[in-house]
């Protein structure tokens, strides 16, 4: 049984690890927002506060940090680029240092938003990236620093599921969107590789059993469109909503957007001895999860 620290635990990662794993291992948190969780002790207050990382790793015998916390909102890093700095960067460093300096096994969590776009198929880690905004550019910088270190681990990925906080996830937002018939207009020419957030935590679980350090992509296998993922809910949920074409180019995004985000994620397969779920396939376990009530359960924190 590891002991793992989840910065950002009110996150739909953070959240959903914590949920998962809370029977398996030792879990605690910490975030800005209120979390309350069975099984697992979180404290309210910022991941900044290194003195407070560094007393829970004591209090808790921690072994593994899970560092999911960062400012994700790509507009926002655009328009605050210092402020993306200070979380994205400057705090992942420090946490990296107190990892190491408590010896504790760091896993990172990073972004498909690394890698430039351009490539034809899907992207591997041995790719250069080049990032095109300064979210991106802030996970990349972030990642060096984490890998810098030995034993690390940084994980570049694209998810959606079900959150613990009433704000809806992407897949939540698609969901309701097409449950009241509203006007959706989705991209076709943005590729991605989108993970279930519980199978995104299953592969975490693993890497933690495995001890698995260096750097690999954690997406579903195959790469799909935002259009074709909004027809495949649709599908799915028998919700048979008119979705609208779109092209990225037609929107002012305050940054800037790439194309290609798929994930080669042969490597991670290959390492752990999985197999991972096709885009099609992610959305059939996202509907059997609403089925199952999975999102009031994660919400109800019992």
Not at 200 to 219: M, P, Q, T, W
């Amino acid at each position: 049984m590891a002991s793992i620290l989840v910065t950002g635990v009110a996150g739909m990662l953070g959240s959903n690890i914590a949920y998962l794993l809370r029977h398996k291992h030792a879990v605690c948190g910490v975030d800005r927002n209120d979390v309350h969780i069975a099984g697992t002790h979180t404290v309210k207050d910022s991941v900044l506060n290194i003195a407070l990382l560094s007393r829970m790793i004591d209090e808790h015998h921690v072994d593994t940090l899970i560092h999911c916390a960062a400012i994700v909102n790509m507009d926002a890093c655009e328009i605050h680029p210092d402020y993306a700095e200070i979380i994205n960067v400057i705090m992942t460093d420090n946490i990296a240092w107190l990892c190491r300096e408590k010896h504790v096994k760091m896993i990172y969590i990073s972004s498909d938003a690394v890698y430039s776009g351009d490539k034809e198929g899907p992207n591997l880690e041995t790719d250069a990236p080049a990032p095109v905004s300064i979210y991106g550019k802030t996970k990349l910088a972030a990642e060096r620093l984490v890998l810098g270190r030995p034993g690390t681990l940084v994980l570049r990925t694209n998810m959606y599921g079900f959150n613990y906080r009433e704000k809806l996830s992407f897949g939540e937002w698609l969901l309701k969107s097409l449950s009241e018939e509203a006007e959706l207009n989705m991209f076709y020419d943005i590729l991605f590789s989108p993970l279930l957030v519980n199978h995104l935590v299953d592969v975490l679980d693993l890497c933690i059993e495995k001890n698995l350090s260096g750097l690999y992509n954690a997406g579903c296998t195959g790469a799909i469109s935002k259009y074709d993922l909004g027809v495949a809910f649709s599908e799915a949920f028998k919700l048979p909503n008119e979705i609208k074409r779109g092209s990225m180019k037609d929107f002012n995004f305050k940054a800037p957007r790439t194309k290609n985000m798929s994930l080669d994620n042969t490597k991670l397969k290959q390492a752990l001895g999985i197999e991972l779920k096709s885009p099609l396939e992610e959305v059939q376990a996202f509907r059997t999860l609403y089925e199952q009530g999975y999102g009031d359960k994660l919400k109800s924190g019992r």
